[in-house]
T-cell receptor
Framework: DGGITQSPKYLFRKEGQNVTLSCEQN?????MYWYRQDPGQGLRLIYYSQIVNDFQKGDIAEGYSVSREKKESFPLTVTSAQKNPTAFYLC?????????????FGPGTRLTVL | QKEVEQDPGPLSVPEGAIVSLNCTYS??????FMWYRQYSRKGPELLMY????GNKEDGRFTAQVDKSSKYISLFIRDSQPSDSATYLCAMSENAGNMLTFGGGTRLMVKP
């Protein structure tokens, strides 16, 4: 059963802590993405990766970091430098990067900073 | 001003109604246009994909692009309660670019 999995579904963090959100895909896609969704804001791109061991900043990368050591995995770390981290985080993948390639989304992780 | 604007709604309609969802945009270079559907607490899924201007139909769904007005629409015929979701438009300048999303319109179809 192919798809994208994200874990955990809900995550609570104290201020000042770093947390890592997991994203795994078994679609054999080269490109992976992280988005942040806030009410009324739509999806904003945090980071994307077109190939293993390479990634690029999106529109709102400050306070976040990523790694792409394996094709299947693209974890996102929300650092304490992110001023307002409470949001819904979505991971996506596509066969290749770019608008021409359909992006498949995971179920999301809701992060709440206490 | 946001690059892509959508009325957040909620838009409430009775079952069987024709629904019109719209996006306006400011970047005249956009030429790839998509509509995503997102159910509550889920990730978005691609509904329709159009390139440049014109119409595209898929079952009960029709996507329209009017580049001269910088305006795109998604029409849903014979709306069903299962269509209740948030609809996001997304667009891009060219095939290699990342997508720019609208804020989404929440639709509620009442039985």
């Amino acid at each position: 059963d192919g798809g994208i999995t994200q874990s955990p579904k809900y995550l609570f963090r104290k201020e000042g802590q770093n947390v890592t959100l997991s994203c795994e895909q078994n679609l054999n896609h080269d490109a992976m993405y992280w988005y942040r969704q806030d009410p009324g804001q739509g999806l904003r791109l945090i980071y994307y990766s077109q190939i293993v061991n390479d990634f690029q900043k999106g529109d709102i990368a400050e306070g976040y970091s990523v790694s792409r050591e394996k094709k299947e995995s693209f974890p996102l770390t929300v650092t304490s430098a992110q001023k307002n981290p409470t949001a819904f985080y979505l991971c996506a993948s596509s066969r290749m990067a770019g608008a021409y390639n359909e992006q498949f989304f995971g179920p999301g992780t809701r992060l709440t900073v206490l | 001003q946001k690059e892509v604007e959508q009325d957040p709604g909620p838009l409430s309609v009775p079952e069987g109604a024709i629904v019109s969802l719209n996006c306006t945009y400011s970047n005249s270079a956009f030429q790839y246009f998509m509509w995503y559907r997102q159910y509550s607490r889920k990730g978005p899924e691609l509904l329709m994909y159009t390139y440049s201007s014109g119409n595209k139909e898929d079952g009960r769904f029709t996507a329209q692009v009017d580049k001269s007005s910088k305006y795109i629409s998604l029409f849903i015929r014979d709306s069903q309660p299962s269509d209740s979701a948030t609809y996001l438009c997304a667009m891009s300048e060219n095939a290699g670019n990342m997508l720019t999303f609208g804020g989404g319109t929440r639709l509620m179809v009442k039985p």
